[in-house]
C-alpha cells in the first residue's frame, strides 16, 4: 500500500534513514557478513538504507518499494550503479528469480503490506538457503486484529504469533529476537535464517 503524505515525511526524515542504518549494522554484526553479497530491501522509501550498505560494505543493492515516487527520490539522491538497483516491486508479487539475494532487510514495512503471508512466501523463494531476513517492524493485539481487519483491509494486521507462524511455516529459523517496545503495540526485531526449501502447490 502506498503511503499518506504525512507517513512519508515520518519515513523520509534524515534520523528515521539513520536510525534504520544503526539498526541493521548492529544486526549485521551478528552474522558473517563475508557470506553476503546479493541484498533486497523491502519498502526501502527514499534509498538511505540500501545506498549506506552497498558504500559501506560493498554489497550488491536491490532497494524496492511500492511507491514510484520514492523510487524516483532515490534514484535522484543515489543514483545507480552495478551494484545499486533501485526498483518499483509489490512485496506480495516479487519480480526476482528464485534465490537470489543471501539477505533481505524489512523496516517498518509489513503493517503497510495487506498481503503480507504471501510477502512473507515471496521472500523465502527469492532468498538463498542459509540466507538471511532482518525483519523489524510492531505486531498487534488479537483484540485489535479482529476489531479492525474487516475494517482496515489496505493495511497489515497480524499477532504476534500469526507472523511467526508464517516465518515458520515459510522455512524461517530465529537467531536473533528482541521486543523493543512493550505495551498494547509491541516492537520486535528478528534475524531469521532460511534452513529449508517449502515446496509450493
Known amino acids: 500500500m502506498a503511503m499518506t503524505g504525512f507517513e512519508k515525511l515520518f519515513v523520509n526524515h534524515q534520523k528515521k534513514g539513520d536510525r534504520n542504518i544503526e539498526i541493521v549494522r548492529n544486526r549485521l554484526n551478528s552474522l558473517n557478513i563475508q557470506n553476503i553479497h546479493d541484498v533486497l530491501e523491502i519498502g526501502c522509501g527514499i534509498g538511505t538504507l540500501s545506498a549506506f550498505l552497498s558504500s559501506e560494505y560493498g554489497m550488491s543493492i536491490y532497494g524496492t518499494d511500492f511507491d514510484p515516487k520514492q523510487i524516483r527520490i532515490a534514484r535522484e539522491l543515489y543514483g545507480e550503479n552495478d551494484h545499486l538497483h533501485f526498483r518499483v516491486e509489490d512485496a506480495a508479487n516479487l519480480t526476482f528469480e528464485d534465490a537470489s539475494f543471501d539477505l533481505v532487510v524489512s523496516q517498518d514495512v509489513f503493517h503497510h503490506i495487506a498481503a503480507w503471508p504471501q510477502a512473507i512466501c515471496e521472500i523465502a523463494r527469492v532468498l538463498r538457503l542459509e540466507g538471511h531476513f532482518i525483519w523489524v517492524d510492531m505486531v498487534f493485539p488479537s ?56 515446496t509450493q502447490s
Open 143 to 198: 483484540v485489535i486484529t479482529k476489531l479492525f481487519k474487516p475494517l482496515v483491509k489496505a493495511y497489515g494486521l497480524y499477532t504476534f504469533d500469526e507472523i511467526w507462524f508464517e516465518f515458520w511455516d515459510n522455512g524461517f529459523e530465529e537467531r536473533v529476537h528482541e521486543r523493543q517496545i512493550h505495551g498494547p503495540f509491541a516492537y520486535h526485531h528478528f534475524v531469521l535464517q532460511k534452513a529449508c526449501s517449502i
